[in-house]
Structures are given as C-alpha cells and as structure tokens.
DNA sequence: GGGAAAAACTGATTTATGTCAGAAAAATTT
DNA sequence: AAATTTTTCTGACATAAATCAGTTTTTCCC
C-alpha cells in the first residue's frame, strides 16, 4: 500500500517531495489483523504512527486492567506522546479492527519539529487537543457515576468517532468497560438499562440514540 | 519585582535581550495573596504564567468538587497547554501560599513557538511532560484505592514537590483530599491510619515518611 | 485576647459498584 | 456442521468509600 503525503495533510500536506521522500525512505506501512498489539506500553518509542485504515484502542495497562484512553480512527495520529523525555510509550495500542498504519521513524519526526515551525506548532496543537481530551476524561472517570460515563461515552462514539447517532460500536462490552472505567457486568447492565428506559436502542453492537436529551442529562446529572 | 530571564532558563534564557525586552513589555509581574484565584476555568486564556514564588493549585471544577491537577512553585509554568484550539482555559488556578507569577501574554508564546524552534521543542517536551503526570494520575485515580491514591499522594510530594522525606505539606486536607480524588474524611481517616500503622508520621501538617518501602508498597498494591 | 469561622477529626449509616457464579447466546475454529 | 471458545447477560452478595451528624481543635480577624 502506498501512502501519500495528501493522505495526512494536515502532517505532511506542505512538505516539498524532496523531503516527502525522506519521510518514506524512514517509513513502513504496516497491515494488522484484528486483536494485534501495535505498541506496547513502556518499550521504547521508535516510530509515530498515523492511521491509514481501520480503529485501534489507545490504552492504559495496570496489573492486567486495561484503562482506554482513546479510540483512533483513519487520519488520526498516535505515538507523538511518547517521543520526547525518556521516550518510552506512554500507551499500548492495539488493533481492534483489520488495521494499516504508517509509521514513521521518531527521529523523522523530531527533526521535522526542529525545521518546519509550523509542523511544531500543528505538533503542539495536536498534544493539547489530546490533553484536552484526557482531563475531559478524567473528570467525567472520576466525578461521574456509572450511568453518567456510560452516556458520556455513547455521546463521544456518536459525536467525536462515527458523527451519527446511529453507530455499530465495533468493541466488545468489554472494552466500552474498559474505556468507562467499570466491570463488564456493570456496563452490560447499563446498557441494558439505557435499552429498557427507551434511551437508547441495542441490538448487539447496533446503537441508536433514541433519546438523546435524556442521554444528555445522564450525562451532566448522573 | 524584577522578573529576569536567567529566572526561567529554560523558556527565556536563550533569548536576546531584544526579544527579551518585547516578552518584558507583554508581561506583568502579580502577587497574589492566600486563596486567590490567578485563573478562571472556562475564560479565555490570555497568558501563560511563570511562577516567581509561592505555591499554586492547578484543578479542575465540577459541580462545585474541585480535582486538583498539580501543584505549581517557582520555576514552573502554567496555562501553556490553553493556547491553542479553542483557548479557553483548561483550568482553574488558585494560589495557595502568598504567590508572585510572570504573567505573558498569549500571542508572545505563540510568535516564539512559530519563531524559535528550540522553544517551540521546549513547549512540547513541557506540554508531554504534563501529558505523562495526568495520565500517571488517572491511573491512580481510577485503578487504585484509597490507600494507594493517598500513598502515591504522599510520594508525589516527597519526591516532585519538597524532594525530601519530611515536610510541611501547606495544603489542607481538603486539598489532599481533592488531590486523591476522595472524600475529605476519607483523607483524614487515612493520613491518620497510615500515621497509627507508624507508615508515616503526621503532626498538623507536618508529614515524616518513615517507614517509605511499606508506603512504596502500598501505593504499588493498595 | 476573645469570638467566629474554618479545618480536623470520629463513629454510624448508606449506597454505589465490584465480585462471584452460572446460564445463554454468539463467534470462531476444526 | 459440530465443537470450542468468547462474549453477553442475570441475580445474589460483598465491600469500599461516600455521606451524615456531631465534636474538637486550629486559624483567622476585629
């Protein structure tokens, strides 16, 4: 598969095809099959990936617990957390679906920093907007009750990752647990719940957000 | 109060003193009592600010809970990460000890992350080491229990903040306790245990760490 | 220095949520 | 297509931690 600079632009839409084809010359695409760890949490950073194809989970381990922090999707970035300090991943990522990414040798990316401002700035932007994410995260983790991060996450598949209130959420009750910070049993449950009060419609992995303002005062109340 | 740029050598130091003098002519110098609120979550981020002396809290508010973020002293900076995007801030900030900041307007970090590689290197390299801290905490925070939050509480401060085994931790504990994520009788219920279990010793807010391998394990397995 | 407010503390009670145990359904492999 | 594994689901039970209610101590400030 080749991948074209037009394909990231926001990454590497300005760069001249001289160095376009320094990135390449430091770059593999890779092909993951479902379930296969693309980076492991605490090796060292080598490469930042960029998706061509497919979601991955971006996650936290701790002591056979996964926290998931995020889902990324085709154009989305991850593995820019990790290059600089002690440069080891922050995370593990793991494909959930069929998956191709380009990756991206560090070292490529740290000199692209140094030279293109604006690729530091964009850089920059993208770290913040992952931060963002994250303390977004963390309040709704650790104020919220367990109906309230069920619905924040329904909200965020539908707004931020399929833009429609009708999604199949492709992960397993067990990774909605695992990015709601709860039991499987609980999520399950909950969702059955948001089934059975007509806020949403469940029919395995289908969702339908038939209710979506008391979806949003789960959110914010509960 | 004189803010020289030898103060912050790591954002400033590098600068001539004609770049210097336009930081200086966008920058005022604030003291701030006890209690006081230096930023507001949600405003629009118009600086970022260095701190000259003092101790602040950097949380976010839900609700009327407050969840601590970091603490900040001299030498460190804040509101970096509420510059771009929608540059809104990201949190709130109250000062508490009597506290001294730099404060710099917003559009002078942005012209010097677009003008100076090595400071826009810097910003990333501070905006990833916050990165790491917040996601170190939502482990603690959402995987660990009481006694491990306040265990790695503890540490935090002996190691990060005093770089010592005993002191004075300033903060109340409602604070410790918005730290940790937990009630605040829960916190005192838990300082004063590890105080009994002869883990820690604890006089007002004087802290000793003496038995630190117990605590280390406690904040490993509690 | 005395009064008021805030902070620290303690025990009893409630509750949210995890854990356990097992059944049914779906997906995957042979 | 059958067998096996994984995922989904459900109820009963256990427990960590919040809440409530009240006391004591410390800090603040007039």
Same mark, same amino acid.
């Given at each position: 598969m080749q991948v074209k600079k037009e394909d990231f632009p926001i990454w590497f839409g300005q760069l001249t095809d001289e160095h376009w084809s320094i990135v390449l010359k430091n770059s593999v695409c890779l092909d993951y099959n479902k379930n296969e760890i693309v980076c492991k949490q605490g #090796?060292? #950073?080598?490469n930042v990936y960029f998706v061509v194809s497919g979601m991955l989970k971006v996650y936290k381990e701790y002591k056979g617990e996964n926290l998931i922090m995020s889902f990324v999707r085709k154009g989305e970035v991850f593995g820019l957390s990790s290059i600089y300090n002690n440069a080891t991943n922050l995370f593990s990522v793991a494909s959930i679906t069929p998956t191709t990414v380009f990756s991206v040798n560090i070292n490529v990316i740290k000199n692209q920093i140094r030279e293109y401002p604006d690729f530091a700035e964009k850089s920059i932007i993208q770290l913040n907007k992952e931060y963002a994410d994250t303390i977004e995260r963390i309040v709704s983790l650790t104020q919220k009750q367990l109906n309230g991060r069920m619905a924040d996450a329904i909200l965020h598949f539908a707004r931020n990752i399929y833009g429609s209130d009708e999604f199949n959420m492709q992960i397993t009750r067990r990774d909605m647990a695992d990015f709601c910070g709860m039991s499987t049993e609980s999520a399950i449950r909950i969702l059955k719940e948001l089934h059975n009060d007509k806020i949403i419609s469940l029919e395995g992995k289908n969702v339908k957000i038939i209710n979506k303002q008391q979806l949003e005062s789960l959110s914010e109340f509960g």
């Amino acid at each position: 598969m080749q991948v074209k600079k037009e394909d990231f632009p926001i990454w590497f839409g300005q760069l001249t095809d001289e160095h376009w084809s320094i990135v390449l010359k430091n770059s593999v695409c890779l092909d993951y099959n479902k379930n296969e760890i693309v980076c492991k949490q605490g #090796a060292f #950073a080598t490469n930042v990936y960029f998706v061509v194809s497919g979601m991955l989970k971006v996650y936290k381990e701790y002591k056979g617990e996964n926290l998931i922090m995020s889902f990324v999707r085709k154009g989305e970035v991850f593995g820019l957390s990790s290059i600089y300090n002690n440069a080891t991943n922050l995370f593990s990522v793991a494909s959930i679906t069929p998956t191709t990414v380009f990756s991206v040798n560090i070292n490529v990316i740290k000199n692209q920093i140094r030279e293109y401002p604006d690729f530091a700035e964009k850089s920059i932007i993208q770290l913040n907007k992952e931060y963002a994410d994250t303390i977004e995260r963390i309040v709704s983790l650790t104020q919220k009750q367990l109906n309230g991060r069920m619905a924040d996450a329904i909200l965020h598949f539908a707004r931020n990752i399929y833009g429609s209130d009708e999604f199949n959420m492709q992960i397993t009750r067990r990774d909605m647990a695992d990015f709601c910070g709860m039991s499987t049993e609980s999520a399950i449950r909950i969702l059955k719940e948001l089934h059975n009060d007509k806020i949403i419609s469940l029919e395995g992995k289908n969702v339908k957000i038939i209710n979506k303002q008391q979806l949003e005062s789960l959110s914010e109340f509960g």
